[in-house]
Structures are given as structure tokens and as C-alpha cells.
């Protein structure tokens, strides 16, 4: 179909760590971060998810073209099911979930914060314009 529903493998967060920023499609396991502690201090966490890294650039061409094909069925549900649902800052140990099925926020080790968003807008919020790869440009 597109680069976007081809590649999203369960969940797409979109990850802050070392001031840096990056989507990853997340097997929801991973967003147990109180699981992976020990792994997230050690680094071996990152390891992990590397495999799961997305190509922003592919994925604004994704919509563009979505878009642009005028298939506004199609266009419809990529805006539903083809956008992120964690923000996971790893630098300020802080997580945002939009996630309907699971209560990651109440997942995370007891030095983070989290929060449950109430809607997709208060995801969003957290997310620099730059990255919103369902936007119009």
C-alpha cells in the first residue's frame, strides 16, 4: 500500500533521546518501559529497537502522495491508524500515550513521568511542527 502501512509493525512512537528525534514502529512490548529499565540505563535498549527506526522523509512522501491520489477512503484511515500514538522522551524521562489499548503511561519505571492523552491534540502538542508528517506543507 504505502511506506507508512507497510512499515508500521504495531505502534509509532516517535522517540526523543540525546535532544535528537526519531519515529520507530514499536512492537508494543517496548512500551513497557518499566520492563526495560535496566536496559534503557545500559543502552541495550536502543540496541533493540534500532530495526525499527522510520524514514521520516518517506513517510511525508507517503502522505503526499495519499493525498494527492485523491483516495480520501484511503486518506481517511492512514489519518487514523498511520500516525503516532507514544511520544517517549528518554531525555526528560517523560511519556505521552494516545495508545487506545494499553496504559503505557502506567508502564513506565518510578522516576518518569507520564500522562494518558485525552486526544490526538494533546499528543500532537508534544511533537515539533517539523515532524508532523500528516500535515499539509
Known sequence: ?????????????LIKRNKEFEYNSLDSSYCVLEDYEKEIESQ???G????????????????????NSEDRE????????EKPN???DFDNKYMVNFYHDRLFE???PKSWTSIYAKSFEDLENNIPNELKYWKEK
Do not use: C, H, P
Open 74 to 81: 484511503l486518506l481517511e484511515k492512514y489519518l487514523i491508524w
Open 106 to 108: 502506567q508502564m513506565v
Open 44 to 46: 541495550e535498549y536502543f
Open 86 to 88: 507514544i511520544f517517549i
Open 1 to 13: 500500500m504505502g511506506y507508512v502501512s507497510d512499515n508500521n509493525q504495531g505502534i509509532i512512537a
Open 48 to 67: 533493540w529497537i534500532q530495526n525499527t527506526k522510520l524514514d521520516l522523509k518517506l513517510m511525508v512522501t507517503d502522505f503526499e502522495e495519499i493525498r
